[in-house]
Every structure is written in structure tokens, then in C-alpha cells.
């Protein structure tokens, strides 16, 4: 698999896990749990794809990106 392949498994798997744990110990409710859950699989994925994945010596702006990536999410989290 791709280096992109991967980091998008891991960020799933992030985003599964914390969902999961969120409400299996009864911490957090599955829709707020979902929400979470997806936020640190997206802030896994964006941080994979920026330092490894697509790692080059120029890179635009952190903030640019991160408003960029954060609209994307937010839009696929009100998707799902």
C-alpha cells in the first residue's frame, strides 16, 4: 500500500477506536461519540498526510491548510 493508503487506515481506525470507546464505557452518547470520534481520526489523517505523506521541503502555510482540510471534514461529517 501507498503511504496514502496507510495513513488513511490509520486515520480510520483513530476514528473507530475513540467512537468506540467513547460508548462503550458510556462516557459519551454514539451521535456526539461519532462526531468526536471523526474529529481525531481527521486530525490524525491531516497530520499523517502533512509530515509523511506528502512531505516536501515547500510547503504553503500550516493555517491555510488546516481551514482548507477543516471545512472538508466538517462537510463530510454532516454527510455522514
Known amino acids: 500500500l501507498g503511504r496514502h493508503q496507510i495513513g488513511a487506515l490509520a486515520a480510520t481506525g483513530v476514528d473507530f477506536a475513540v467512537m468506540a470507546a467513547l460508548v ?6 454514539p451521535v456526539p461519540a ?14 499523517l498526510a502533512r509530515r509523511w505523506v ?3 521541503a515547500h510547503q504553503p502555510a500550516v493555517r491555510r491548510q488546516v481551514w482548507r482540510y477543516a471545512l472538508v471534514a466538517v462537510a463530510s461529517l454532516g454527510w455522514n
Open 24 to 29: 462503550e464505557t458510556g462516557l459519551v452518547r
Open 34 to 47: 461519532t462526531a468526536i470520534g471523526a474529529a481525531s481520526g481527521a486530525i490524525t489523517n491531516f497530520t
Open 54 to 56: 506528502f512531505a516536501s
